[in-house]
């Protein structure tokens, strides 16, 4: 492997703020989902279409949707770490563009 400094700038930055989104506190796959119910409850707000908001972390795992409560003291933490996920992503998916386009000028120069 090449030493970071023999590394394009572009990628050097891609890998560096990947490695930091890995490296923090939390990362998970999934989406926030928004549910609105009723409780039933007789003087509840809900009665008069005043429904309650809840959040949750929904995933697909093994082709099954499944789904996680999330506590309104949470909400952030976990927000953050979906966030973190999807960035993760798309720098790996960029860095693993730049090998390809790499491969194929490689294959061109042969």
Do not use: T
Request: one cysteine or more; charged letters at 35%.
């Amino acid at each position: 492997m090449r030493p970071r400094s023999a590394m394009p700038d572009q990628e050097r930055r891609r890998r560096s703020n990947l490695v930091k989104i890995v490296c923090r506190a939390g990362l998970v796959r999934g989406s926030f989902v928004k549910m609105v119910r009723k409780c039933g409850g007789k003087g509840c707000h809900c009665v008069k279409g005043e429904k309650h908001e809840s959040w949750y972390l929904a995933q697909s795992y093994h082709g099954q949707k499944r789904m996680i409560y999330i506590p309104k003291s949470k909400e952030k933490e976990i927000r953050e770490w979906v966030r973190n996920y999807k960035q993760s992503r798309r720098l790996l998916n960029e860095i693993a563009q730049m090998y390809w386009a790499r491969v194929k000028k490689e294959e061109s120069d042969n």
